[in-house]
């Protein structure tokens, strides 16, 4: 079995800095890719960041700038370094792992999720 755990949300004033970690463990061979998703109250969730096994990153549009997702594959951890934060990108933070490959085969894995509030 794989879990995800996130950490690292939390409350952050306007144009603060928060970093997120995800860590997966379990019975892993191999990752294709890992990213971050958010959920706000109310809305879909969307894809903050994503960055593969070979370092490609792809950002949201609204994170661009401001975001850097970087990846760890010796521990199959990810990090999302959160800069300039804005009230808006308040939401609960999700970690995805995609196309997980486990000795019963492939799947894709969430974390539990973690809040993350920009107010003053």
């Known amino acids: 079995q794989v879990q995800l755990v996130e950490s690292g949300g939390g409350l952050v004033q306007p144009g603060g800095s928060l970093r997120l970690s995800c860590a997966a463990s379990?019975?892993?061979?191999?990752?294709?890719?890992m990213g971050w998703y958010r959920q706000a109250p109310g809305k879909q969730r969307e894809l903050v960041a994503a960055?593969?096994?070979?370092?490609?990153?792809n950002y949201a549009d609204s994170v661009k700038g401001r975001f850097t997702i970087n990846r760890d594959r010796a521990k199959n951890t990810v990090y999302l370094q959160m800069n300039s934060l804005k009230p808006e990108d308040t939401a609960v933070y999700y970690c995805?792992?995609?196309?997980?490959?486990?000795?019963?085969?492939?799947?894709?894995?969430w974390g539990q999720g973690t809040q993350v509030t920009v107010s003053s």
């Open positions: 995805n792992a995609d196309r997980v490959l486990t000795p019963t085969g492939w799947k894709d894995y």
């Open positions: 960055i593969t096994s070979g370092g490609s990153t």
């Open positions: 379990g019975s892993i061979f191999s990752i294709n890719a």
